[in-house]
């Protein structure tokens, strides 16, 4: 039983009525277990008969042609079996979906870091060895590695709607201000990790990654192959944030080295591998304006960006993504400038765009409502508009209204003070709100579910990146079989099942849940002619099928397995309504008017993003994102040398993420009752990435309340926060 | 990290034997020396360990009322040892790093290594406190000889540090966040003839004596003393972290910090 399934038209709510009562609730995770008591198996957990370990030899220019490699003098080392180089290894990881192999440079050198070979020996400790003592000599060339002054730059043709230059031009009030954002990595936990091993023509291979359909396909373009004679297993993953979502060096070179040898070959990477080779969010530079009439309509909204990344990639920061359809203007433009250099390349970073985009327009619509003199949350409520304001399309389901009005009452927002006028101590005291936005998508999924009496299994190629994959795909299935969750296996991470989205994007519930939706859906159908009553008729509960004045156990009417395979992909919902995730954001900051330090002291984010699938692992999920939206305001800064673009902020204790003490206790979340026709049949959104989307503009509009100034370079660093106080 | 010999003498003059091969280094605690090892930025061909010497552990006080330290005392064994003794001193080292750099790192290791955000020498420096070694005793005044820089010889070996105890002191660190290293740390000490400053993790020269403070102090030991004075961002670090205007401006702000928390 196969079943396609194109989106596009509303579906019915399903869920809303089945019986079992599981779907929504705070379940907790069945994979829990094992991640606690360290039987969950991560990549590099493996060891399989006969492998051998291969570390990663990178670059030391930022430019140029290997002109050799001095292997003799490290092939003599204890234990090193061999320095591989070959034309298929990759310069840097796939982009997400790309599903093709990434630019492979030969001896080229693209920039400070890359990969440049493998060298593969018995233990870990000789390899690491050989690849720190090898000699690599280069012809190196001259090249640009800051996005201030490389020559090589390209614009895009602006994105408008209406006129904005003489909207702008006309506005009775204006703000026009510059910001930047410094470049950012995943700092995803799990260091990435492949094994690789062989089977005759055909390749295994374990590896953290988010999204293993592309994945497969990018392998094998890589390495001139058949999909088919390739699988790939990722069970489990530890933490991606965008840095997983495409096939990495380190896989590649896996893959090449365990051909060549003949044997199973390991390369993780280290922490400073990863800051190195992996995508990095782009560095922007960002201007924004705003005009409005002097009774608080917006009139003109202008977001322009400059970010950065090397040649070959295709992918930009969307900095402006959420201000394009946020709020209403009679004028609009969004133009974008991408600096090509040779560092790092850079990629999606967890919520590509929204991340760093929000924290300056957010910003600066706090700044309109000061020159207004009007209420931040009034100024924002005033100016949403009724359709998207670029495209026309009606959005599909908006509560954003209601997560300001809401979070505002919750928060205590009425009691805000004037600017500058609460101390305590040496502490200023402010408050700050911003609305999140972050667009929702479908990607075309597929998933099985089989069921033997009351027992049923999910198989899908789709990952739980720590998001919490393995707890829902069991409450759907749980809740649309009438069984308890408990009785539900789900099989993710491993290519030889059918092909889901893959976690990237906040699309993977969504999607991938569909898909599961609708071949249990397939299966109560199945279960219904057993019955003898209409599928509509059919009630599933507790293992129990009701219908027709009938009933009769699972285990009776299921005694052989049955099964159903379905794929879900977008249709003409995706382009009769704009779909989106929308909330509101408030945080407290305490500034220390001596130190410049800058304390988060509580947080509440409301959010309506579709039904809520498990409230558990929707909460960790926002409240997480709020975290990262700490992190860029106050925390996280990647740093490059200069002269040659090479990473110097490489790990954890020079690129600082938020760590416990930087959170506060007083972190809340709360879910409007929502459901989105429009968007599957599910009627779910994306979650993840809506919590970090407008968060740390919540904290940087609180620093300007509390302080009466205003930081345009982020994040807010103590230095920074003690030069504009003396400034 | 290359391969090494090892050593683990029970007396100092063993030690000081063992040190007199080329390329021989000590080993403390090894919260400095074994990561350094492990980036490979350093290559001895033998390591010689201080921990098994029985003469170089330990707090206690002299005939002259001073606390003498032992070189291969951990940091938590001053924090507890000295507690009643010299409490800003017993702070200082409760703060440093976390409970695995406390219990292994040492006071010769620091005071040897002089790293310019370590925390220990601007309380040598401040308390004007006596490096005793296998074979002369130096003052803190002409011990720190800048960046990384101390003024012991090849092989000579840190076995105590004696510390005058001032009857009012304290210590300010602003801690970087993801090390915990300080940032800027300030060390406040009031003697019967006068105050000592100094000043750690701000200044590329490292430890430094902020004279002009100590000279108000001395003359009205209170923060208002210091207000109006500061220090140059000249000659100061830069780098991810701060500024080198911010580490100046925290150097003033620690250190009424420290006069207000020691009076
Ligand atoms: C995570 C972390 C956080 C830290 N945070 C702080 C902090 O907040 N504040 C702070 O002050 N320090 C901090 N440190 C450093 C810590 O205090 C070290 O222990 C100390 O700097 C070195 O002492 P050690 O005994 O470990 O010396 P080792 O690492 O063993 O040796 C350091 C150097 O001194 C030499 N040496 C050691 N002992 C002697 C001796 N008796 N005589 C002569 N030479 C000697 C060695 O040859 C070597 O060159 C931190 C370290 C870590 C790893």
Redesign the pocket.
């Known amino acids: 039983m196969k079943d396609h399934f194109t989106m596009d038209s509303p579906q019915p709510r399903l869920l809303d009525e089945t019986k079992q009562g599981v779907i929504g609730t705070p379940m907790d995770r069945p994979d829990g277990p094992r991640k606690v008591s360290g039987t969950a198996d991560y990549t590099a957990d493996h060891a399989p008969d006969g492998m051998a370990h291969g570390v990663l030899v990178r670059a030391t220019i930022a430019r140029g042609r290997i002109t050799g490699m001095d292997r003799d003098t490290v092939l003599g080392i204890d234990g090193v079996i061999d320095v591989i180089t070959d034309p298929r290894m990759i310069r840097n990881p796939a982009q997400g979906m790309a599903g093709s192999a990434p630019v492979q440079t030969g001896d080229e050198v693209h920039y400070h870091g890359q990969p440049i070979a493998l060298v593969v020996a018995e233990t870990f400790e000789a390899a690491r060895d050989a690849a720190q003592r090898l000699t690599v000599h280069y012809h190196a060339e001259a090249a640009a590695v800051s996005p201030e002054t490389t020559p090589d730059t390209e614009t895009d043709d602006p994105v408008t709607a209406g006129d904005f230059d003489s909207s702008w031009s006309a506005a009775e009030v204006q703000i026009d201000r510059a910001y930047t954002t410094p470049s950012q990595a995943a700092a995803a936990m799990e260091p990435h990790a492949a094994i690789a091993d062989w089977q005759g023509d055909h390749v295994t291979l374990r590896s953290a990654l988010q999204m293993v359909r592309f994945n497969k396909a990018e392998l094998a373009d890589t390495l001139g192959i058949d999909p088919s004679k390739v699988r790939i297993l990722a069970p489990f993953v530890g933490g991606g944030f965008g840095s997983k979502l495409g096939l990495g060096p380190e896989a590649a070179a896996a893959a090449i080295a365990a051909q060549k040898l003949g044997r199973p070959v390991r390369v993780v990477m280290t922490r400073q591998t990863v800051f190195d080779t992996v995508l990095r969010r782009s560095e922007t530079a960002q201007r924004v304006r705003l005009g409005a009439t002097k009774d608080g309509r917006i009139t003109a909204i202008s977001h322009d960006d400059r970010v950065s990344n090397i040649d070959g990639e295709g992918f930009a920061e969307p900095v402006s993504q959420a201000s394009q359809f946020l709020y209403g203007a009679d004028g609009l433009s969004f133009t974008q400038t991408v600096a090509r250099i040779a560092a790092t390349p850079a990629g999606s970073v967890r919520a590509p765009g929204e991340a760093v985009g929000m924290l300056a327009f957010e910003a600066a619509i706090d700044e309109l409502a000061d020159a207004l003199g009007m209420d931040p949350l009034e100024l924002r409520l005033k100016n949403l508009p009724e359709k998207h304001p670029i495209d026309g399309r009606p959005y599909s389901a908006r509560r954003l209204a209601d997560c300001l009005t809401e979070g505002a009452a919750r928060f205590g927002w009425a009691d805000r003070w004037q600017a500058g006028t609460r101390r305590e101590g040496d502490w200023l005291i402010g408050i700050g709100m911003a609305s999140a936005a972050r667009s929702n998508m479908l990607v075309k999924s597929s998933a099985r579910v089989r069921l033997t009496g009351d027992q049923a299994i999910v198989e899908t190629d789709m990952t739980d990146i720590g998001t919490g994959t393995y707890a829902i795909l069991a409450q759907i299935t749980a809740e649309m079989l009438g069984l308890p969750a408990a009785n539900v296996t789900v099989r993710l991470g491993d290519s030889d099942l059918p092909g889901a989205s893959g976690s990237g994007g906040s699309f993977g519930a969504n999607s991938a849940g569909s898909a599961v939706f609708l071949a249990a859906r397939k299966l109560r159908a199945e279960i219904a002619e057993r019955l003898g009553c209409d599928a509509e008729g059919l009630t599933l509960q507790n293992g129990q099928a009701r219908g027709d004045n009938r009933e009769a156990a699972l285990t009776e009417l299921v005694s052989e397995e049955i099964l159903a395979e379905a794929t879900i992909q977008k249709g003409k919902t995706a382009k009769s309504h704009f779909s989106s995730g929308f909330g509101a954001h408030f945080a407290e900051v305490a500034v220390n008017e001596w130190t410049g330090e800058i304390r988060v002291r509580r947080m509440l984010g409301v959010m309506s993003m579709g039904r809520i699938l498990n409230e558990k692992t929707a909460r960790s999920q926002a409240l997480g994102g709020m975290i990262w939206g700490i992190g860029a305001a106050l925390t996280e800064e990647m740093q490059s040398d200069p002269r040659d673009g090479h990473i110097v902020t490489r790990d954890l204790?020079n690129y600082h993420v938020p760590a416990h003490a930087d959170v506060p206790g007083d972190m809340q979340v709360v879910f409007l009752e929502e459901r989105d026709d429009w968007a599957n049949p599910i009627q779910t959104k994306g979650i993840g990435e809506l919590g970090i989307s407008g968060a740390g503009a919540a904290v940087i509009n609180a620093i300007s309340h509390a302080t009466s100034k205003r930081a345009y370079d982020y994040p807010v660093l103590p230095d920074r926060m003690v030069a504009l106080l003396e400034g | 990290m290359y391969a090494f010999d090892f050593e683990k003498p029970t007396t100092v003059a063993e030690a000081v034997a063992a040190l007199a091969d080329d390329e021989a280094?000590?080993?403390?605690?090894?919260?400095?020396?074994?990561?350094?090892l492990k980036q490979r930025l350093?290559m001895?061909s033998k390591?010689v360990s201080?921990?098994g010497i029985a003469e170089?552990q330990g707090v206690c006080t002299n005939d002259a009322g001073q606390l003498c330290i032992g070189?291969?005392t951990?940091?938590a064994v001053v924090a507890a040892e000295a507690a009643s003794k010299y409490p800003a001193l017993s702070a200082?080292a409760s703060?440093?790093?976390?409970p695995?750099?406390?219990n292994?790192?040492?006071?010769?290791?620091?005071?040897?290594?002089n790293?310019p955000?370590?925390?220990?020498?601007s309380a040598v420096l401040a308390s004007g406190a006596t490096v005793v070694?296998n074979n002369r005793e130096i003052a803190a005044d002409d011990y720190f000889q800048g960046l990384f820089s101390t003024a012991?010889e090849e092989g000579?070996?840190?076995?105590e540090v004696r510390f005058p105890v001032p009857q009012a002191a304290n210590y300010q660190?602003f801690?970087q966040p993801a090390?915990?290293?300080?940032l800027v740390?300030v060390f406040v000490a009031k003697f019967a003839d006068g105050v000592r400053v100094a000043v750690?993790g701000a200044s590329n020269d490292g430890v430094f004596r902020w004279t002009e403070a100590e000279k108000a102090l001395s003359a009205n030991f209170s923060p208002d003393a210091l207000n109006g004075l500061s220090v140059s961002a000249d000659g100061m670090i830069g780098d991810l972290h701060g500024t080198p205007e911010y580490r100046a401006h925290l150097i003033a702000v620690m250190t009424k910090r420290a006069v207000a928390a020691a009076s």
């Open positions: 204790a | 280094q000590p080993l403390s605690g090894g919260q400095t020396l074994i990561p350094t350093a001895p390591l201080l921990t170089m070189g291969a951990p940091h200082l703060n440093i790093g976390d695995a750099v406390r292994r790192g040492t006071i010769g290791g620091s005071v040897a290594n790293d955000a370590a925390c220990y020498p070694t012991l000579e070996i840190i076995t660190k801690v090390s915990r290293f300080a740390g750690t």
